[in-house]
């Protein structure tokens, strides 16, 4: 037990990080602007249609049973909420991109850097949220698949896509509305 939950806390830490946007800078290992490093863009070729990839469409999923226990990530314990209750919260939205890119997301899922999915630390696995950019007002909704972002001033990482498709990926961060949204 205590090796599933040491796995799950390993492979939340990881999925917590944010990146860069198109297109593809210089390479640097320096932090840029945004706290997001200039070697974990959408890599050289990202799809010409990400205008195109659709948001998430809201069902009825079973919750994954592992993925919403408490856990404790940087020293910090996270106890997710399965309450069903309405969740609405403003703060800081930043994205990952191909550092993660085909590795396992908490659901056990393979994070795919051009869907509309997402992380955060409490919600339940999987649920869906609408997150609206509050400077331009544009929305997607995402299917929430796995935990993070583990830095005290950011409430949800989005894929390359959804942080393009609200029109943040170049800044790495937005701050955003998020929204728990059900099926109806």
Not at 49 to 56: H, Q, R
Not at 86 to 111: C, D, I
Not at 156 to 179: P, R
Request: aromatic residues 10%; charged residues 20%.
């Amino acid at each position: 037990m205590k090796n599933i939950l040491r796995s799950g806390l390993i492979l939340a830490i990881l999925a917590g990080c944010s990146t860069t946007p198109p297109p593809p800078a210089p390479v640097s290992h320096a932090p840029s602007e945004g706290g997001r490093y200039q070697t974990d863009g959408p890599g050289l070729h990202p799809p010409a249609n990400l205008a195109d990839i659709p948001d998430a469409v809201p069902r009825k999923d079973p919750l994954n049973k592992f993925a919403n226990r408490p856990y404790t990530a940087l020293g910090k314990v996270y106890v997710p909420d399965l309450s069903n209750k309405p969740y609405k919260v403003r703060g800081m939205a930043s994205w990952y991109g191909r550092k993660f890119h085909n590795q396992k997301t908490s659901t056990g899922e393979l994070y795919d850097m051009y869907g509309m999915t997402a992380a955060n630390t409490t919600l339940p696995l999987p649920c869906y949220v609408r997150v609206t950019n509050l400077a331009n007002h544009k929305s997607v909704v995402v299917r929430v698949n796995d935990r993070g972002p583990f830095k005290s001033d950011r409430i949800i990482d989005l894929t390359y896509t959804a942080a393009w498709k609200l029109g943040f990926v170049n800044q790495g961060s937005a701050w955003v509305e998020v929204e728990r949204i059900f099926p109806e």
